[in-house]
């Protein structure tokens, strides 16, 4: 009975963490309590990330006893002006971006191919199409 009372509990573990990321790629080490290494990425269907060294990532923990971890993302960049609900803003390194919004336009910010190759407007008879 006494040796009960001296054990002492173990301290409460969060569900998810902010961590900085040490190793970059498909499979990523974080930095949060300790450093855990190899752990998957997870993002919303249809979209491919991996976080580059130094970004702060929400790390979520699983599993019993949370020793199943992932990174599930980084805090969200500045918003565009005026943006509305439900329009989507994509953007990464080097100011390029791709911002959809909800009167159906499509507004691409960078250098843009087409199949590898540069897009060239056509400027058929003064007007351009493309």
Known sequence: MWLSKQMRQPPPTADADLGVTTIAGKSVGVLTRGEVRELPVYGPGGYVWFPENGAAVLV???????????????????????????????????????????????????????????????????????
């Open 60 to 130: 979520i923990k699983g599993g019993p006893g949370g020793e199943e971890q992932c990174v599930a993302g980084v805090r969200q960049g500045e918003a565009p002006d005026g943006m509305q609900p439900g329009e989507i803003y994509l953007y990464g390194p080097g100011g390029s971006s791709i911002y959809l919004r909800a009167n159906g336009e499509v507004a691409i910010q960078g250098y843009l191919t087409i199949n590898g190759v540069p897009y060239m407007p056509c400027e058929c008879g003064g007007s351009v199409i493309g």
